[in-house]
């Protein structure tokens, strides 16, 4: 947030310049982030929520039974917030979790324990401090209350979605608490509901009772659709629900569509997209995304794949980013595969934040053992000089070729400026679309440089790398052997001049 990278550890806070990795401050708040400070695989955020949240000019953290205000640009504390004890309370009450829309804070208060839980908060099956008592709202600017809500049953810290004059939240209980709750043989009191409350005044401008079942809300105030699912992947508790997706307008809480989709983590919202961890759908209807297939150009279904991760798929508005063996990506504007930054792994927590234009990577892996080589914090900018090779295991569409390129001794497949899927031959990248070639002599030379040492204009990627003492080409570009008739297609070759 305005070229600062804001990073919580143990005891403390800290920024650091995004373009430099200087250190611009560090704040000591003894005792900050309690339920995160260990290094085992475990819930964190994605079960209790987050701890602290940046704006340009301040930032706000949970410590204790307040909530601190620090300068954005000096770390210097310049106000510690709390909400007012309620009747027969000693103290101010505990902060849970919160979140920032405008000139208000969203908080939830009064973190709730259950009995039925194990372990620590945060680990295994613990569900303690995973909801709240109260939901409140401040003035973020003074830390003055604007008005609270007690919940029936317990608002659900990774339901608050906030819009600009709307705040959506889910008053109930996990699925886990209730299992819990039964094996003792008690039921939960009242009825689970989802809310849709007036940001500024907090009164009730409707409400959902049937097929509450979310641990994850979002909302899109652009298309003023509001999402309902859970949010299971690694490292969350076993009772995320999964493979159902409800979707509201945010409006009047009207249900647009309610679908058996596999999020796999919580999702995202892009423009008209709902995107999960593998596809991605039409937010208005919940319709799987149909985009062009780079061969056929016909309409096929959007897939983003990835090799093992910990950590869930977190987007922009043109990446999405991963763990994909090593720190992955997809290009979201050319739809060209999965790509690789190679030599180190992005964090077990999702760590590739794109934002000031750069990408960071702060180090979340102090205890991983993956045998990586670089084990460090660093920072990225768009250099379009860089060779970047992507891989792509979608499903072929059946249907002739109307574009492709042949990349032959490429490292990997990459999409042109001018849209052409160019695939890499022999495959030797990780996976690729299937186009049926053949070349002789079956086993020519293949060489392959940097495109860095290549001077002309054009396509010098694919000009560095090539084959020696070819002396014939075959690409089958209609499927199957049925007849459809002529077909004109223009082939352009790609030569250069040998590099010793």
């Keep these: 947030m305005g070229g600062r990278l804001f990073i919580q550890g143990p005891d403390l806070m800290r920024a650091l310049d995004v373009y430099t990795g200087r250190i611009l401050w560090e704040t000591e708040l003894k005792g900050v982030g309690t339920f995160f400070d260990n290094t085992a695989h475990q819930p964190g955020a994605n079960s209790l929520g987050g701890n602290f949240v940046s704006t340009m000019e301040r930032v706000y953290v949970i410590h204790g039974r307040g909530l601190q205000c620090l300068d954005a640009e000096t770390g210097r504390r310049v106000g510690e917030w709390t909400v007012p004890a309620a009747a027969g309370e000693k103290e101010p009450p505990e902060w849970g979790t919160l979140a920032v829309s405008g000139d208000f804070i969203v908080a939830c208060v009064?973190?709730?324990?259950?009995?039925?839980?194990?372990?620590?908060?945060?680990?295994?099956?613990?569900?303690?401090?995973?909801?709240?008592?109260?939901?409140?709202?401040?003035?973020?600017?003074?830390?003055?209350?604007?008005?609270?809500?007690?919940?029936?049953?317990?608002?659900?810290?990774?339901?608050?979605?906030?819009?600009?004059?709307?705040?959506?939240?889910?008053?109930?209980?996990?699925?886990?608490?209730?299992?819990?709750?039964?094996?003792?043989?008690?039921?939960?009191?009242?009825?689970?509901?989802?809310?849709?409350?007036?940001?500024?005044?907090?009164?009730?401008?409707?409400?959902?009772?049937?097929d509450v079942f979310g641990t994850w809300l979002g909302y899109s105030a652009e298309r003023d659709v509001l999402i309902q699912s859970g949010r299971r992947s690694r490292d969350t508790l076993p009772d995320e629900p999964d493979k159902r997706v409800i979707a509201y307008r945010g409006k009047d809480g009207a249900r647009l569509w309610d679908k058996p989709i596999e999020t796999g983590g919580p999702p995202m919202l892009r423009g008209p997209l709902l995107i999960t961890q593998q596809s991605a759908y039409e937010l208005s209807s919940g319709d799987p995304y149909l985009r062009k297939d780079p061969l056929t150009g016909l309409p096929a279904p959007f897939r983003v794949s990835r090799n093992y991760g910990c950590n869930a798929m977190i987007g922009s508005e043109h990446l999405l980013t991963f763990r994909s063996a090593a720190a992955g990506f997809f290009d979201l504007t050319r739809d060209g595969g999965t790509g690789n930054f190679g030599g180190f792994k992005s964090g077990c927590t999702s760590n590739l934040i794109a934002a000031d234009g750069i990408l960071n990577a702060p180090d979340y892996t102090r205890t991983c053992v993956c045998s990586y080589q670089n084990q460090t914090s660093l920072a990225m900018i768009h250099a379009p000089e860089v060779e970047m090779w992507t891989f792509s295991d979608v499903q072929p569409v059946p249907g002739p070729v109307v574009a492709a390129g042949l990349n032959f001794g490429a490292p990997g497949d990459r999409r042109a400026d001018n849209g052409t899927f160019w695939m890499e031959y022999p495959k030797v990248g990780g996976p690729s679309p299937d186009l049926e070639v053949s070349v002789e002599p079956a086993k020519p030379e293949w060489f392959r440089k940097h495109s860095a040492r290549l001077s002309g204009d054009g396509l010098r990627w694919v000009a560095a790398s090539g084959g020696k003492g070819l002396a014939a080409v075959k690409v089958r570009l209609v499927p199957g052997k049925e007849a459809h008739g002529e077909r004109s297609y223009t082939v352009r070759l790609v030569f250069s001049e040998p590099i010793r």
């Design 110 to 210: 009064r973190p709730m324990v259950f009995e039925s839980s194990k372990g620590k908060a945060g680990w295994g099956e613990s569900w303690d401090r995973t909801s709240s008592r109260t939901l409140a709202v401040l003035n973020r600017k003074t830390g003055a209350l604007v008005w609270s809500r007690d919940a029936a049953q317990g608002f659900i810290h990774n339901t608050l979605a906030v819009g600009p004059d709307r705040l959506f939240c889910i008053d109930g209980h996990r699925p886990g608490v209730v299992a819990a709750m039964k094996k003792k043989g008690q039921a939960p009191q009242g009825t689970p509901k989802l809310l849709c409350l007036d940001l500024s005044r907090g009164e009730v401008l409707w409400a959902q009772e049937a």
